[in-house]
């Protein structure tokens, strides 16, 4: 599966500021942040390592390049990235199963995008073959086109997921509302000129000009998205 973007893509919300609304996916629509971790622990249990737990911090929310590059080289462990990167996406399929919990909010939230066709995006730093099992969760009708971190030169903290995103859409990233819990995924969105909502998982986020800071989802629905943007004007 490939980006796409159907015709619903190209709509945008009549007479409202909110053109669209991109979505972050580990941590912010599924309860998949620990299970990552959990992937990691063993693997490098396995290699003769134990990883601290201070280091969940560093590695959540980011590239798998970054975080398997950072825990190589903290443990020395005798793995090269190419091979680690194959063992996190297997331990990860093995674990996600056929379903996963959503998190709190985000199928009411996705169901309201959707019934009121404001066009949304998943945007995430995970592989595409992990994005596709996920979207069988989540229900890929809920959106008009989906970003893998590894379909892009340069993936979370950089903007070019979310740009691309907002081209595919065609929409202005101003005009996007973007959804994430990881201080890297909130860097990208806001360097991409959106303006974010961030629900922490992990590490705590502090609030700053264009973020928003709540503590679940179930905070959010199209009319506080609506109200953010309208308070740009």
């Known amino acids: 599966m490939t980006s796409t973007v159907p015709a619903l893509g190209t709509r945008t919300a009549e007479g409202s500021a909110l053109q669209a609304v991109l979505l972050d996916m580990d941590g912010t629509l599924v309860d998949t942040e620990g299970f990552w971790w959990d992937v990691e622990v063993e693997i490098f249990a396995r290699l003769g390592h134990a990883l601290d737990d201070s280091w969940r911090h560093v590695v959540v929310g980011g590239p798998m390049t970054r975080s398997a590059g950072f825990l190589i080289e903290a443990t020395g462990a005798d793995i090269t990235l190419a091979e680690l990167t ?9 674990r996600i199963g056929s379903a996963l919990p959503l998190m709190p909010g985000a199928a009411r939230l996705l169901a309201e995008l959707y019934e009121h066709e404001i066009p949304t995006a998943l945007v995430s730093a995970s592989h595409r073959r992990i994005i596709d099992r996920v979207l069988g969760s989540l229900g890929p009708q809920h959106f008009a086109l989906s970003i893998a971190g590894d379909e892009v030169s340069r ?25 994430e819990d990881t201080a890297t995924g909130v860097a990208a969105a806001e360097a991409a000129g959106c303006q974010v909502v961030a629900v922490p998982s992990v590490a705590p986020i502090a609030p700053a000009t264009r973020r928003t800071v709540v503590t679940s989802l179930e905070e959010v629905d199209l009319a506080f998205l609506h109200g953010l943007m309208t308070q740009m004007r």
């Open 86 to 94: 194959v063992l996190l996406n297997e331990g990860f399929e093995d």
């Open 155 to 179: 993936t979370k903290p950089y903007p070019d997921p979310y740009l691309l995103a907002a081209s595919g859409l065609g929409v202005d990233p101003a005009r996007c509302a973007v959804v």
